[in-house]
């Protein structure tokens, strides 16, 4: 179980990953920040926050054309054929 003090270290952190992405507009220092508060702070709202703005980050650096081919590869990459042909989930 998470305490306050683990929370608000996170809140912490979370602040200061915002404030390089809006106040300082540093988006390599902003997601950085946001990459160490879900690696440091997995199971707090920080992280599902930082998640969200991470993906801010991308569409807003990222050509939308890029990032289709990027996440159809990765899917591809996930999938595989069965002997009948159909895509099936690999294993994790």
């Known amino acids: 179980m998470k ?3 683990q929370f608000s270290t996170a809140a912490q952190k979370y602040a200061q990953a915002h404030a390089a992405h809006y106040a300082e507009r540093d988006l390599l220092g902003a997601l ?9 702070h997995a199971g707090a709202p920080e992280a599902g926050y930082s998640r969200a703005q991470i993906l801010g980050i991308v569409n807003q650096v990222v050509p939308a054309a890029e990032l289709l081919a990027a996440q ?3 899917a591809l990459q996930h999938l595989r054929l069965d002997s009948d042909g159909t895509a099936t989930a690999s294993p994790a």
Not at 32 to 40: E, F, G, H, K
């Open 32 to 40: 950085r920040s946001y990459c160490q508060v879900i690696a440091s």
């Open 72 to 74: 159809t590869e990765l």
């Open 3 to 5: 305490t306050a003090t």
